[in-house]
């Protein structure tokens, strides 16, 4: 799995991340590693780096020890959620890193191991767990939440303009018998959906099927608390590149990145005071697509977003 893995535009994030990880003893924090794909292409380039890897998933992280092998004593795993980040930093003895990277969303593995239910192309258990040794399902939402509840999941983490239709649907059919497959739900969205918004648009039941995930994993409120943490501990030169796969991951991002290039100062200021700078500066003006041969070959491309912030002043 790991050596058929194709990683989202390695040759730009390794450019992005480069400037960072020259001097001999730099520190990569890969809050995403899934299979390590971005972190096996660092250590091969930049033979003085060390890489943390963090993750949640238990099986992706033993898939990366696999693929790492070779660089033993060069990585450390860290198995926990990303808005750890700081603590992570602390725990393995540095103040603070060279850089940090994100690859957000769902995996490859995550959605090729049909068991775990996050793929609406295969029938299989609702469980949509990225850590494993988390309580909440997918199969649990669906079956307890109320349908304003549910239909907000829809709509907020789905953006699925038929929320409201889908959660009535499900809510009627539980009644019948609880949710337990994605086949099933599938069904149930299909039938929720209007003929003529079926023809278009990929698969309707995407949206949904992305929405649970979210829900389940609680990965937008894990996103806010992670990018700042990042941004918090990088060292001076030290860079935050992210990869974003969705509108609402890469809206957070855009925001805290904003927020911490920017300055309250009034525009006709003839000289701003150092204090008062901003922080960081932008490597990345707005965000960054895969080319469109890539976006061809690697279907996991077409939506990435990649944007990415260099310190360029400590904090008072």
Same mark, same amino acid.
């Given at each position: 799995m790991a050596a058929s893995h194709v990683p989202v535009m390695l040759d730009r994030v390794l450019d992005l991340l480069a400037p960072a990880l020259t001097s001999e003893g730099a520190v990569l924090v890969d809050a995403?590693?899934?299979?390590?794909?971005?972190?096996?292409?660092?250590?091969?380039?930049?033979?003085?780096?060390?890489?943390?890897?963090?993750?949640?998933?238990?099986?992706?992280?033993?898939?990366?020890?696999?693929?790492?092998?070779?660089?033993?004593? %060069? +990585?450390?795993?860290? $198995?926990?959620?990303?808005? =750890? &980040? @700081?603590?992570? *930093?602390?725990?393995?003895?540095?103040?603070?890193?060279?850089?940090?990277?994100?690859?957000?969303?769902?995996?490859?593995?995550?959605?090729?191991?049909?068991?775990?239910?996050?793929?609406?192309?295969?029938?299989?258990?609702?469980?949509?767990?990225?850590?494993?040794?988390?309580?909440?399902?997918?199969?649990?939402?669906?079956?307890?939440?109320?349908?304003?509840?549910?239909?907000?999941?829809? %709509? +907020?983490?789905?953006? $699925?303009?038929?929320?409201? =239709? &889908? @959660?009535?649907? *499900?809510?009627?059919?539980?009644?019948?018998?609880?949710?337990?497959?994605?086949?099933?739900?599938?069904?149930?969205?299909?039938?929720?959906?209007?003929?003529?918004?079926?023809?278009?648009?990929?698969?309707?039941?995407?949206?949904?099927?992305?929405?649970l995930r979210i829900e389940v994993n609680d990965e937008l409120n894990a996103l806010r608390g992670a990018v700042p943490a990042a941004c918090a501990s990088v060292c001076l030169g030290g860079r935050v590149v992210t990869m974003a796969y969705h509108s609402l991951e890469d809206r957070i991002v855009k925001r805290v990145f904003a927020g911490l290039t920017s300055t309250d100062v009034p525009p006709d200021l003839p000289v701003v005071p150092p204090e008062l700078r901003p922080t960081f500066t932008l490597v990345t003006r707005g965000a960054e697509k895969a080319s469109v041969t890539e976006a061809t070959d690697n279907r996991r491309s077409r939506s990435v977003r990649v944007r990415a912030v260099q310190r360029v002043r400590d904090a008072a």
């Open positions: 995403t590693v899934g299979l390590g794909g971005h972190s096996h292409a660092v250590l091969d380039r930049f033979t003085g780096v060390h890489v943390i890897g963090i993750d949640r998933d238990a099986a992706a992280l033993g898939l990366a020890r696999e693929r790492l092998g070779e660089f033993a004593g %060069r +990585v450390t795993f860290v $198995e926990t959620v990303y808005d =750890r &980040i @700081a603590e992570v *930093v602390q725990e393995q003895g540095h103040t603070r890193v060279s850089a940090v990277l994100f690859d957000l969303g769902v995996s490859s593995m995550q959605l090729d191991q049909i068991a775990r239910g996050f793929s609406y192309a295969h029938d299989a258990p609702l469980d949509m767990r990225m850590g494993t040794g988390d309580s909440l399902t997918a199969a649990e939402v669906l079956n307890t939440y109320s349908v304003d509840d549910l239909a907000r999941v829809l %709509r +907020v983490y789905g953006e $699925e303009r038929f929320a409201r =239709r &889908i @959660a009535a649907a *499900v809510v009627a059919e539980r009644l019948v018998q609880p949710l337990e497959t994605s086949a099933r739900l599938v069904e149930i969205i299909g039938r929720s959906i209007p003929a003529a918004a079926r023809r278009t648009g990929g698969n309707p039941a995407k949206r949904t099927f992305q929405a």
